[in-house]
């Protein structure tokens, strides 16, 4: 379930608490008359099944109560209450599998911004992958896979397409063109240090390295790899499954790649440079492909199964300012 808090002024509130009670997917409806002091209005609150989400919350806002008010939705991990179970049952589809738009759009969002935070955690990780890369030790690899933040801007511009959000797209298309250039630059000049001081040098690179290579020689399974990775990843975002999430981060060789690049190139390796420049493009390509795909998919489902706004057995009293309560059978 998800919990609803909403202020709505005045001359709305009437018109959101008729559709809140009308809907069967929203459980445990409560009106505070004149509870709000900024903005000036009531505070409403009720329980959503998660997969009736996005039709309450659509029809918010088409009242206009977030420009007007306010919605807040939180999370609610346990609700014990067969008002709560009959709202699910009543509702078609399973809310593991239910997409909320409103909170991925927002769980990706702060991911998306090119911050210096961003850029310190992906030029820390490539110049692990860096390392990882010469001593040949995937351990390394994986663990600079699990540091980098790429995947919040590769999500945020599927998203951004698939729901037709631009600055959404060119926030998350500035942090991948911005940061990836900035953290190779940071992992030459790193590796030229490391060099200097004798801890690393070109024959290093040049050996064999039967773990890493493979960041360096693209193949069509470097594209099958990356689109399953970017399927997995949506849907463990959609679904909020950060176990999963960390599995997509370990199996994409988008930091190492880009490490590889830049070592490449602080050494003068040509044909490494290239190898690696074209895996990152690839996995990078194929990510956001396969998770625009998934949520275009689960757009499409939802839509089918998406419940429309129907009456439920209600005893509706509107409450004015003299505080008497809103009752919804169920």
Known sequence: ???LRIIAPPHLSDAVVKALAADGAVAHLAVLPGAAVEPL??????????????????HLRTLGVEHEGAIAIDESAVVLSDAAQLAAARTPGTGADAVVWEEIEHRTGQ?????????????????????GVLLDQPILIVGAMVVGPEFGPLAGLSIGLVQGRRPMVARSAAALA???????????????L??????VDRSMLLAERPYTDFIWRPDALSWVVGFLAGIAGMVSITSARSGALIGVLISVT????A????VAAA??????AWGSALQLLINLAAIVVAGALTLTVQRLWWRRVRPPVRPVSVAARRPRRGGSVVRKAG
């Open 194 to 199: 490391m060099t200097a001081a004798g801890l």
């Open 267 to 272: 050494y003068g390796v040509a044909d490494e």
């Open 178 to 192: 911005v940061g990836f250039p900035v953290a190779m630059a940071a992992t030459v000049a790193a590796t030229w």
């Open 1 to 3: 379930m998800l919990h």
């Open 41 to 58: 209005g009531d505070v409403i609150l009720c329980d959503v099944a998660r997969e009736g989400a996005n039709a309450v919350l659509d």
């Open 111 to 131: 991911d998306t911004r090119l911050s210096a935070t961003y850029l310190v955690l992906l030029i820390v990780a490539t110049i692990i992958a860096a390392v």
């Open 259 to 262: 490490a590889n690049v830049a």
């Open 254 to 257: 988008t930091v190492p790649a």
